[in-house]
């Protein structure tokens, strides 16, 4: 976990390399964060001493559930498609403490754990003696892939969302 006060190469490599590769994984343009000095970049480290997995993680206040589509009923033989849909959110806020604005992990390592031991490590180092329920933490805009991780992790497709952008 790098923390903003650590010393200040080790924030500068996370920042500029780690995350240039991370955002343009994902599609972000290179958008700074809203706070950094609220900000905990975790990053899973394999065995052969590379970075295989990366997790943005700020404070935040709140976030907005995601809505089921009307009359959508899940089944095990649904068009493939279906997560590259749109998807709609609550305009009422739910109060959260902890944001996700990024999860990444590296190609070839996915499907291995890796994401979910980061939210779990996250859950439980983010507030200082707590271990956060997954109501309380939120994702950033996900991925057609992020929001299959968020629906299986969370437990549901009603997660909560929030926007690093305009942070609250």
């Not at 903003?4 to 995350?19: E, G, I, L, Q």
């Not at 958008?31 to 993680?57: D, H, Q, R, W």
């Not at 589509?69 to 709609?88: F, I, T, Y």
């Not at 739910?94 to 980061?118: L, N």
């Amino acid at each position: 976990m790098i923390l903003p006060d650590d010393p200040k190469y080790a924030v500068k490599k996370v920042h500029v390399y780690v995350r240039e590769i991370v955002d343009n994984e994902l599609g972000f343009k290179q958008v700074s964060l809203s706070c950094p000095a609220k900000t905990k970049v975790y990053l899973f480290v394999s065995n052969e001493k590379m970075i295989v997995g990366c997790l943005v993680a700020e404070s935040i206040k709140q976030a907005f559930r995601v809505l089921s589509e009307p009359g959508a009923v899940l089944s095990s033989g649904q068009d493939a498609l279906q997560h590259h849909r749109a998807w709609r959110c609550s305009t009422e806020p739910e109060p959260a403490v902890c944001g996700i604005s990024r999860i990444w992990v590296f190609g070839p390592k996915r499907r291995k754990g890796i994401a979910r031991h980061m939210v779990d490590t996250v859950r439980s180092t983010f507030m200082y003696g707590c271990y956060l329920s997954t109501n309380e933490i939120a994702f950033s805009d996900p991925t057609p892939d992020g929001k299959l991780f968020a629906t299986k992790y969370c437990q549901t497709p009603n997660f909560l969302v929030y926007n690093f952008i305009y942070n609250n």
